[in-house]
């Protein structure tokens, strides 16, 4: 028979020692794990407080921005008041106002013509550039010219903006459409490539075309009169929405004389 083990008290005291070893390593590892945790949320409350204070800066620099610039605003509001700026913005509106339904001699209404003339006249300065031509009566001329070719023209005015400001000139730019009933004549002058084209021709003659328009009006600052008047025209845009299509609107784009300035002169159009 084999010897009983007796547990001595030395066998006691290693396996005791052995647990308490155990003991204090998994306490150190679990004292490690909450001083990360603490740090874990120290470092988070840290970054709330730290985001709160951003976001909080944020805000307060937006509406000091929002009142600087409200303060901009208003010292250019007395500036361009000073400047005659809105001055220059009326007249404008009333050219386009009593432009609305064209210009011509021809009408009935003889008196509305004539007070269009005597308005072109204090309105622009006497040499004005009316895209490279010189003259007030080069605009009553571009008028004329679209009375004679549109059976009726009506300007739709979108718009009217400060472009520029200095204390030589003050620039506004418009915004506009331009609505014209084309007519017969209008196609074979201004699109005589369409002749051999009889169905586009019929979607031309008798309808409406929708002429995107922006027109640059330079003030003098000092007289307040219009020194130069620029405007294009995008003659491309309203055929492709006229037609429906690219292919239809390239065509009748061929050798056209309808070009983005709009400047048509009467007297170098062959009659058809």
């Known amino acids: 028979m084999g010897q009983p083990h007796l547990v001595t008290f030395t066998d006691r005291s290693q396996r005791h020692m052995q647990s308490a070893t155990a003991m204090s390593i998994a306490d150190r590892m679990e004292a490690r794990r909450a001083k ?9 409350r840290k970054y709330r407080a730290n985001q709160k204070a951003s976001n909080t800066q944020l805000v307060e620099d937006v509406r000091a921005l929002e009142m600087n610039n409200l303060r901009l605003e208003a010292r250019l509001s007395v500036l361009h008041e000073r400047q005659g700026v809105s001055q220059c913005i009326a007249a404008v509106s009333q050219y386009l106002h009593l432009f609305e339904f064209g210009y011509s001699r021809a009408r009935p209404d003889v008196d509305l013509a004539a007070q269009q003339e005597a308005f072109v006249y204090n309105f622009a300065v006497s040499n004005i550039d009316f895209n490279g031509k010189v003259g007030v009566q080069a605009i009553l001329d571009q008028w004329a010219t679209y009375d ?3 059976e009726s023209v009506r300007i739709e005015c979108l718009s009217i903006h400060v472009l520029t400001v200095d204390e030589h000139t003050i620039v506004l730019e418009t915004d506009l459409f331009m609505h014209v009933l084309v007519t017969n004549v209008a196609v074979q002058v201004l699109f005589p490539r369409l002749a051999r084209c009889p169905d586009l021709v019929a979607k031309m003659v008798d309808s409406k075309l929708k002429l995107p328009l922006r027109i640059i009006f330079t003030h003098n ?7 130069r008047i620029q ?3 995008s003659v491309a845009v309203a055929l492709v929405e006229h037609f429906k299509s690219t292919e239809e609107a390239s065509e009748a784009l061929r050798d056209a004389l309808l070009d983005d300035n709009l400047l048509l002169d009467l007297q170098n159009i062959p009659r058809p």
């Open 36 to 44: 990360r945790r603490n740090r874990s949320k120290i470092s988070q």
């Open 148 to 150: 004679a070719l549109f």
């Open 221 to 227: 600052a000092n007289s307040h009169r219009v020194a």
């Open 231 to 233: 405007a294009t025209a």
